[in-house]
């Protein structure tokens, strides 16, 4: 059993959590992820690990499923039945480079671990975050703080800059020479934004994310095309180079248990009264 | 559950009837009586020099159980098998004993072989680990000894260890402690209750057990390289995939996931468990081995019309007779000379294409070598599609250990007491030896708890 130790809406569903898992939190390094299985009947899920210090580790989700909506419901003092990790390979860290390391929506939660890492091997930094309004932005302020430059974006202009993350990565590499970059965060959003850098030769990073069962390279369920191949996202990635990654592929192979999950969700809801998802109940 | 009466077999276990199994993951085999035990286990010779024991990979002093039975001593049938093996209800239900023990015995060429793996069984499911005498466990040595991997490599060697006195830490990956045990055999083959049975009684022996741990990751090499001796019993890691067009599209599973989504992770009980699995109406499964068989059966239980394609004749199925049997009884459909070329459909399965295959020239595993018949394709419609065309050893740990000499397929090389080229580090099991059986694997647990032993107290290990 693991310990929950802090639980926080950070913006409209996605939500916060600080548990406790020394195993996790004293060898995790940027880029990789965890697994956690919430109850005895709980399936297990991977979630980045978007800060790992002393015996702590923090995950950021957004509520899409019926694991997410049972995890947004947890509470410090609550417990966690199962957390394995760090998994995947870390983060390439190069040095003396200019980096640029760019968060969409919820995926901004695993960029400031990377950012900072980033920066203390002595690269230049520079952040883009956006998300779809100023409502759903999140770690605006953790970022600011792990980059040299942050520069904020939303769809509807409500904070920051109006339009996308890719505008601004365009401007940013014209701008001055760039080493390498780092795109996280929904698959289409990867695919549209890394594909900014491809011209320019640009070595990009994304991190994928696609259902896993054990995550610990047994059961091939994370399987991915990248460069016509077949790799395994919880052993060979997360990250992989953007530019060969499939991302087709990937969006059809998220999408292979709609109804299961629709059933799933709409059962956990049944089960809870009509409050807000993750609402304190008597 | 619907219990009819068994159906008594060659083997004397009686068996649930297939209609009725089909629609359950309850237990196939049900085990013998007092009295059919008896009476099979008076069949034995009790040779002087025993033959069934030279075929038992952990040197289970068979004649002396056998003849505990007839006496109607069960207890210390249960208690001298213990003694070699402490994982015997396991061991009872999944060893291919026809090819080890009872492939071994003098009477299996005249009469037939004594049923010793319904015996085994028989003597480790009377009872239950209450009223067992605990097993004996050597004064402590005060060495730390690392076991990586709580499949049945690691809960042997982790046993012996203990046995001998040493202090053992037990590392699983996985939320339970089991390996294949849990996430491979399917409970109609092997019930998790038994499974977990046994690993209690390893656990009584004072082994620690961690679990959620990746070690490399969770526990770094070097806390690793700190034990005393290290044994790494990773088992087997990625699903080889055929290489065919079409492998990636939705409703194609490889066995390993589909059966942890069953087996480990209860997908069966879906939505009352978390973890769903596509149960398809119509399954094709790739493959012949016994995992092939598994995911098959399973399939069945799931409601699916299921074919298993596999590219040699019926006699070359490298699965167990028992397990093709049952196969068929539970309505698995076979489809052998035909071999899969291309899995149809997008963004989901459809179908799959196969071609024919004729039987040419012995190759070198001494079967003829199937080539395709040209113009013999057809297709078999199918919304879900499961791969069982093998695996290669776990990377994970192995990538992160400086200096081990690894096989051509990853897997770690060692000698005969699973010595790698790392000074006072071990493996054994599927990470060593490419997919094998349960009992090789404890076999190798066995001999390389015994070599580690040695090496501790001669001092080539510190």
């Not at chain 1, 978007?50 to 947890?74: C, N, Q, W």
Request: with cysteine; glycine share 12%.
């Amino acid at each position: 059993m693991y310990s929950v130790v802090k639980a926080e809406q950070l913006a409209d569903r996605v939500h916060e959590l600080v548990v406790e898992a020394p195993h996790v939190a004293r060898h995790a390094k940027a880029g990789q992820f965890l697994i956690v299985r919430v109850d005895p009947d709980g399936e297990r899920i991977p979630l980045t690990i978007s800060r790992a210090e002393g015996d702590l580790v923090r995950v950021i989700f957004m509520t899409i499923g019926a694991t997410t909506y049972r995890l947004a419901e947890l509470r410090a003092g609550d417990s966690i039945l199962d957390v394995a990790g760090p998994l995947g390979r870390p983060s390439g860290i190069p040095q003396n480079a200019t980096c640029v390391v760019v968060g969409g929506g919820v995926g901004i939660a695993s960029c400031p671990i990377i950012a900072r890492t980033l920066r203390g091997a002595g690269n230049r930094v520079i952040g883009i975050i956006g998300a779809r309004n100023a409502d759903l932005m999140i770690l605006e302020d953790e970022m600011r703080q792990a980059c040299d430059e942050l520069h904020v974006t939303t769809d509807d202009g409500s904070m920051g800059r109006h339009g996308y993350a890719a505008d601004v990565l365009k401007e940013v590499i014209e701008a001055e020479p760039v080493d390498q970059v780092w795109v996280i965060g929904p698959a289409i959003m990867m695919k549209v934004t890394s594909a900014v850098t491809r011209p320019k030769g640009i070595r990009t990073w994304v991190s994928l994310n696609p259902i896993m069962v054990d995550g610990t390279g047994m059961c091939g369920s994370c399987r991915v095309v990248v460069n016509g191949e077949t790799k395994f996202a919880c052993v060979d990635g997360p990250e992989f180079d953007a530019h060969q990654v499939d991302f087709d592929r990937l969006m059809q192979r998220q999408r292979i248990y709609p109804e299961e999950e629709r059933e799933a969700l709409e059962r956990h809801h049944a089960s809870h009264c009509g409050c807000e998802p993750g609402a304190r109940h008597g | 559950m619907p219990l009819i009466a068994g159906v008594s077999r060659g083997r004397d276990m009686a068996e649930r009837a297939s209609t009725v199994r089909v629609h359950d993951f309850g237990e196939v085999d049900l085990g013998l009586s007092p009295d059919q035990a008896q009476a099979e286990a008076d069949r034995c010779l009790q040779c002087k020099k025993p033959a069934c024991v030279t075929g038992c990979p952990v040197g289970v002093d068979i004649p002396a159980f056998v003849l505990a039975i007839a006496e109607g001593r069960f207890g210390e049938a249960r208690t001298g098998i213990l003694e070699a093996n402490l994982l015997p209800a396991v061991c009872g239900r999944v060893c291919p004993q026809e090819t080890q023990c009872e492939g071994a015995c003098v009477l299996s060429g005249k009469d037939r072989a004594i049923n010793i793996g319904a015996l085994e069984r028989f003597a480790a499911d009377l009872g239950g680990l209450e009223g067992e005498a605990p097993v004996a466990r050597a004064p402590a040595t005060g060495r730390r000894v690392a076991v990586v991997g709580s499949g049945p490599a690691g809960l042997t060697a982790a046993a012996e260890l203990a046995r001998r006195g040493h202090a053992v830490t037990l590392y699983e990956s996985l939320h339970e402690p089991g390996g294949v045990l849990l996430y491979g055999i399917p409970e109609f083959r092997l019930p998790k209750a038994v499974v977990r049975e046994e690993i209690e009684r390893v656990l009584a022996l004072g082994v620690e057990l961690r679990t959620n741990m990746l070690v490399g990751q969770s526990l770094p090499v070097e806390e690793l390289l700190a034990y005393d001796a290290v044994f790494i019993a990773t088992g087997a890691g990625l699903p080889s995939f055929m290489g065919i067009p079409g492998e990636e599209v939705n409703g194609v599973y490889s066995a390993n996931e589909f059966l942890t989504r069953v087996n480990l992770m209860h997908a069966d009980r879906f939505p009352d468990s978390g973890t769903p699995v596509k149960r398809g109406s119509r399954v094709v499964v790739t493959g012949g081995g016994n995992v092939a068989m598994d995911a098959a059966r399973v399939a069945r239980r799931l409601g699916a019309r299921v074919s298993l394609v596999y590219r040699r004749r019926e006699e070359d199925l490298p699965a167990r007779r028992e397990e093709v049997r049952h196969a068929r009884e539970e309505g698995v459909e076979f489809m052998t000379c035909a071999a899969p070329v291309r899995i149809l459909g997008e963004p989901c399965v459809t179908g799959v294409e196969c071609v024919q295959m004729e039987m040419c020239a012995l190759d070198e595993s001494g079967r003829p070598a199937p080539r395709e018949c040209e113009g013999s394709s057809f297709v078999i419609d199918a919304d879900t599609v499961i791969q069982a065309i093998g695996t290669s050893p776990n990377p994970l740990l192995v990538r992160l250990l400086p200096g081990a000499e690894t096989g051509r397929k990853g897997n770690l090389v060692v000698d005969e007491d699973g010595r790698t080229s790392i000074p006072r580090v071990y493996a054994g099991g599927d990470i060593a030896t490419g997919a094998a059986t349960v009992i090789l694997a404890m076999g190798a647990g066995k001999r390389a708890a015994a070599a580690i032993d040695a090496d501790l107290r001669s001092g080539i290990a510190p």
